[in-house]
């Protein structure tokens, strides 16, 4: 089982990146999913969560509205839209599957961890 995230980069603040994570041998359509991040020096953060069939979503509060967490199932694919980044954003951002269903924010709920992707944002 494999979890692939893409799609990091260096950005300039207020700028936008789009992250996807791909799974690979075995299908998460019935698993929550989601998206954690580590800064230099910090410990690994949640950062946005999606219930199996995308009808609940949860974010950390500094990227409420201006992240958005998707999935497409079909794809067996995860999406993180990142819009109006901060240099605070900067991080590894890793994408996981949870053990259960729904949306969950902590770190214990989850099983499958993919390899992670480096956001950097400039000032």
């Known amino acids: 089982v494999q979890l692939q995230a893409s799609g990091g980069g260096l950005v300039q603040a207020g700028g936008s990146l789009r992250l996807s994570c791909v799974a690979s041998g075995r299908r998460f359509s019935n698993n929550g999913m989601g998206w954690f991040r580590q800064a230099p020096g910090k410990e690994r953060q949640f950062v946005a969560a999606i219930s199996w069939n995308g009808g609940s979503t949860r974010y950390l509060d500094s990227v409420e509205g201006r992240f958005t967490i998707s999935r497409a199932n079909a794809k067996n694919t995860l999406y993180l839209q990142m819009n109006n980044l901060s240099p605070e954003d900067t991080a590894v951002y890793y994408c996981?599957?949870?053990?259960?269903?729904?949306?969950?924010?902590?770190?214990?709920?989850?099983?499958?961890w993919g390899q992670g992707t480096q956001v950097t944002v400039s000032s």
């Open positions: 996981a599957a949870a053990i259960i269903a729904s949306s969950a924010t902590s770190e214990t709920m989850y099983r499958f």
